[in-house]
Structures are given as C-alpha cells and as structure tokens.
C-alpha cells in the first residue's frame, strides 16, 4: 500500500499573529491525520517552531490538546512522538462515531430541504470526478466535507464539532485506506447510496446505509494492521 503526502506540507506554511496557538494545533493535526508525521515519529517543539515561524509556547499549547486527542504521546524526559494507531480505541471511536452519524442522518432526512440535496449532489459530483482524477486528497476533503454537511443539516448546534472530535482516531486510517487497492471507488458507490436513501427520504435506509458505511472500516483496518505492523501499537 502506498501513502501518499497531503497536499500542501506542513513544514512550508507559516503562521499569523492573531491566532496562532489554533492555527499551530490545526496544522500539526493535518499534518499527523495526512501521515506528513508518520506514527511513531518524533516530535520536535523547537524544529516545529521553527518551521512555523512561531515561539515554543503555542507549539506547546497545540501538543498538550493533541495529547488530549490521543494524537501524540508525551513521555518527560524522553520526548514527544506521533501516536501509533491504537486499534481498540479506534474501535471505540468508531462505536461513538455510528451512533452519531446514524441519528444525525435520521433528522438529516426526515428534514430535508431542496438546498441541502443539492449541497450534497454537488459534494457527489465533485467526488466522481476527483475518484476519476484518483485524487486521493481532494476526494478525502470532499468525503469529510459530506459528512460535515449531514451533520449540519440535522439542525443541532455543536454537533459537527463533536463529531469531528470523536473522529480524529478514525480520520487517520480513513486517509490512510483511501490509498488502499479500491478503497476510493467503494466509498464512493457507498456515499452515493447514503445520498439516493436522503433523497427518497427514507430515513431507516439512509441510517442503515451509513452504519454498512462506517462498518466497512473494520475490515480494512484489520488488513492495514497485517500488512502495516509498524504503524499500529503493540
């Protein structure tokens, strides 16, 4: 399996003064959810600040919330590393991430509006062509960006945040199986099925569709452990 670098490299962008101490958390999250920090590697405060064109305190404040995430490990005196895909957490935080994303999608449907369809078609439309291109980053964002819209749609404020926040273990490996054999086209097929089911505004379909979606994850990931045992903790 082949991993591909995000993008835009994390070490090439500098940071503004107004927010820094979020906008050095967000691009170091990127960076480890694109695998630009592969797991288990090293984190340096004074190299990242450096790179980033910031003092060591913001890098410290983004560390310690990423250590919050499960993102990265802290050991004193030893150092700061990249943390190793855990897979009984990630399982976990994909149990959280289907009780979610199933309610939401049930409101999602059962309070479509014509605007929200077209959002989503749009989204759809835009991920055949990047599935084509077998642009793997673009159809990535395009893929989070779906998910963002159903969460939305279902009208209950916060709600993205949270999920977003229970899916930073999961987001690694999304982005990591994307680059696996047919995982973009699968996701793409399964994407369109969650959006026919919204469309017919079948509520229990569109629920069932996207926990078969979700689901699928668990396979994969087994097989990524087997084929790549470094990246997984032991």
């Known amino acids: 399996m082949q991993i591909r670098s995000a993008s835009r490299d994390f070490k090439q962008q500098k940071v503004v003064a107004v927010t820094r101490k979020d906008q050095v958390y967000t691009i170091l999250r990127q ?3 694109s695998s630009q920090l592969a797991p288990g590697e090293a984190i340096r405060k004074e ?3 450096a790179q980033l064109g910031v003092s060591r305190t913001p890098v410290s404040d983004a560390i310690n919330r990423l250590a919050d995430e499960g993102l990265v490990e802290i050991y004193p005196q030893t150092g700061t590393f990249v943390a190793r895909l855990w897979l009984e957490k990630i399982e976990t935080a994909q149990f959280v991430r289907v009780a979610l994303e199933t309610a939401a999608i049930r409101r999602t449907t059962e309070q479509l509006t014509p605007e929200t369809l077209e959002w989503m078609q749009q989204n759809l439309e835009q991920q055949r062509h990047a599935a084509a291109h077998r642009e793997f980053e673009h159809f990535y964002e395009l893929d989070e ?3 963002d819209m ?3 749609a279902a009208g209950l404020v916060g709600l993205r945040e949270i999920a977003s926040r229970e899916r930073s273990q999961i987001d690694r490996v999304r982005r990591l199986l994307l ?3 047919a995982r973009m086209a699968e996701t793409l097929v399964e994407h369109e099925a969650i959006i026919a089911a919204i469309a017919d505004r079948d509520a229990d ?3 069932k569709t996207m926990e078969t979606h979700i689901s ?5 990931l087994l097989h990524l452990r087997d084929k790549r045992p470094e990246l997984f903790k032991s």
């Open 47 to 49: 190299v990242v600040a």
């Open 145 to 147: 960006a779906l998910h």
């Open 31 to 33: 960076a480890i959810i």
């Open 205 to 207: 379909r569109a629920a």
């Open 216 to 220: 699928q994850m668990g396979r994969m």
């Open 179 to 181: 680059h696996y054999e």
């Open 150 to 152: 159903i969460s939305d």
